[in-house]
């Protein structure tokens, strides 16, 4: 049975301390990505035109990215720093503390290549292929489009898939994460 402990104005400005921001911290990571990845897309993609919907996300996503860049690089600094020998054993990905710095850093890999690489030749490739449908007077899905329209399509669906796939990882390793800490706590030694 738990201790019951009395609310004093003390204990809730202790609440205020590293491992209390990094469960903060991971909360809004993994929050976010959820929300991005299972509904607030689905809901936009249901919701608008699909121009609309395009313009949204390239709106949306670089905000979403830099926000768990950011998050999740304080979330693998304070990890390293409250677990000194994960950079000892850095090449044992089987010890569980080190496991948590390879699926920290790579959020930080898919979410940074999303951020840097594929989200801007994503979004190239979508205003690329909303100018050649006005000048065709045509829909990317329509019969009958050019083989630019074609070629595009192609690069649009491949950077696509790309970009779902790095995210896709980043919300399963902070999953992962999320439960380790969920069983074993923030503490280090």
């Avoid at 990845?37 to 699909?50: D, E, M, S, V």
């Avoid at 994460?177 to 030694?189: D, E, R």
């Amino acid at each position: 049975m738990s201790r019951l402990e009395p609310l004093t104005l003390s204990s809730i400005f202790n609440l205020a301390n590293l491992d209390g921001l990094y469960l903060l911290g991971f909360s809004w990571a993994f929050g976010m990505a959820v929300w991005n990845t299972f509904f607030g897309g689905i809901i936009a993609f249901r919701t608008l035109p699909r121009q609309q919907f395009g313009a949204l996300q390239h709106k949306i996503f670089p905000v979403y990215f830099v926000q768990t860049i950011a998050l999740t690089s304080g979330l693998l600094t304070k990890w390293i720093y409250s677990h000194p020998d994960v950079t000892t054993h850095i090449a044992k990905p089987w010890v569980a503390e080190v496991a948590q710095v390879y699926a920290l850093g790579s959020v930080l890999a898919a979410q940074g290549a999303n951020y840097f690489i594929i989200g801007p030749m994503t979004s190239r490739t979508m205003f690329q292929r909303h100018k050649l449908e006005k000048e065709e007077g045509k829909q990317y899905s329509d019969p009958g489009v050019s083989n630019e329209m074609k070629a595009l399509n192609r690069r649009f669906g491949a950077l696509h898939g790309i970009s779902s796939l790095a995210n896709l990882s980043a919300v399963i390793a902070l999953g992962f994460h999320g439960l380790w800490i969920g069983s074993s706590g923030v503490k280090g030694y």
